[in-house]
């Protein structure tokens, strides 16, 4: 079977070449737009880097997933949290039309962990502010 499907040379075989993630949206039974991804996985439905898959479909297997864990953490919680990791699967924005919606997907396939400040001090010395003025 697995000679059949990805031929006789398995130093050629790859996980991520059949293994893809795709980020489906709600609205993916809609209109497929929204969705995130493609990128090859390295998880899969038994692993630590747990995402879905792979499926029977009709008698073929799916390999695509189609959602995995939305945060990921990698914290060493003493002294004070203040060496915790994270990363967002897609972006800090669920608005589909936010520069924010897809922005953090690359890194998070690729394992790019963002470090999450805990230290009041380090939050309060780099704190940005934006002010947004309207018309009344």
Same mark, same amino acid.
């Given at each position: ?99 924010? +919606?897809?922005?953090? +997907? ?10 999450? +400040? ?19």
């Amino acid at each position: 079977y697995l000679v059949g499907r990805f031929g006789d040379d398995i130093t050629d075989w790859e996980w991520g070449d059949k293994h893809r993630v795709s980020l489906t949206h709600t609205f993916d039974a809609i209109t497929p737009i929204f969705n995130i991804g493609g990128s090859p996985a390295a998880g899969s439905s038994l692993t630590v880097n747990a995402i879905s898959g792979p499926i029977w479909n009709e008698g073929d297997i799916v390999y695509t997933s189609s959602y995995g864990p939305y945060f990921r953490w990698v914290m060493d919680v003493e002294p004070g949290w203040n060496n915790v990791w994270g990363m967002f699967s897609s972006g800090a924005s669920q608005n589909p039309f936010s520069p924010n +919606y897809d922005d953090a +997907y690359e890194g998070w396939v690729s394992y790019d962990y963002k470090l999450w +400040y805990n230290d009041i001090n380090h939050i309060v010395d780099n704190f940005k502010l934006t002010a947004i003025y309207r018309r009344k």
